[in-house]
């Protein structure tokens, strides 16, 4: 089995991709109940599990036949892998692309028990059964056709890739900068409430140290006149500064939604810890257009 040169790995690659990819979009379309194109992805295909089974391929390999090697051996290559691709992600685009933090035994999310367990089986039914007829038909393929389709599936597959990751990276300095404006209006939501006790409280000292003498009435009226003017025009500054940023705000859902709404209708279980508010109030704008459509 080892003995595959470059291009039939490559192709073994790319059809494990693909039936990744109708497997969990299969799942997430039922559970969502309505169709996902799931993936990282735009195209067909789901890197992680083309990485996987090569994982598996070249763990159960060594041990072909003994069913309960091949799962000990698959369930931990394709573990590792989830583990190294789900961290590495995350550390990227400061997005989780699937968490396992609802599963019991898990680790930071990439990784669980029963996810675990699922690549073990997944092992030995690949080894036994899957690989079988794809092997057939990857091997009766002229070498000739074989290269042509690994060329052009890997350029197919490349610009893919490279157009998935700018949409991911535009999300990421989307979640930033949301984030920047989230802090921005909770500053200036603090500025406004501390301007509105300030006003109070200069009113009732003021009004405390009212005396019978006119002159000092006087002055009293034109300081008090004086001081609240200057309040009412700290106050509108500081509210037309809110709405700017709320505005703001507002227009940065608008331009990712516009541009790169995709990988997240793609990911729909996607999270971020860094970023969760940010995340979820993106989510929540995509749920509304397309239930509003």
């Known amino acids: 089995m080892l003995s595959y040169h470059i291009f039939e790995w490559i192709l073994f690659f790319y059809i494990y991709c693909f039936l990744g990819w109708v497997f969990e979009s299969t799942y997430v379309s039922i559970k969502s109940k309505r169709f996902v194109n799931r993936g990282f992805m735009k195209g067909p295909m789901i890197p992680i599990y083309g ?38 992600m995350e550390s990227v685009f400061k997005v989780k692309y699937w968490d396992y933090s609802n599963q019991h035994f898990h680790i930071k999310g990439y990784i669980c028990l029963s996810s675990s367990i699922c690549w073990g089986a997944l092992s030995v039914l690949m080894a036994e059964v899957i690989h079988l007829p794809i092997e057939r038909f990857v091997l009766s393929l002229d070498y000739t056709v074989l290269v042509v389709i690994a060329l052009v599936v890997t350029t197919i597959f490349i610009t893919d890739v490279v157009t998935s990751a700018k949409e991911a990276w535009n999300l990421r300095i989307v979640l930033v900068a949301l984030t920047k404006a989230r802090g921005e209006i ?72 516009s541009t790169s709404i995709w990988i997240l209708k793609r990911n729909p279980g996607a999270t971020s810890k860094k970023f969760y508010e940010a995340l979820e109030n993106v989510k929540e704008h995509i749920d509304f257009k397309r239930k509003n459509k």
Do not use: C, R
């Open 51 to 88: 990485e996987g089974a090569i994982m598996m391929l070249v763990a159960t390999t060594p041990v072909q036949g003994n069913l309960v090697l091949e799962f000990v051996m698959g369930m931990i290559g394709a573990t590792l892998l989830e583990y190294v691709v789900g961290a590495l």
């Open 186 to 257: 909770a500053a200036l939501q603090h500025q406004l409430e501390l301007k509105k006790v300030q006003i109070t409280e200069q009113f009732v000292d003021k009004k405390e140290e009212l005396v019978e003498d006119w002159q000092a009435k006087k002055d009293f009226l034109l300081q008090s006149l004086k001081g609240n003017l200057q309040s009412a025009v700290d106050t509108e500054n500081i509210k037309a500064k809110l709405d700017e940023e709320l505005t703001k705000y507002q227009s940065l859902i608008e331009k990712f939604t």
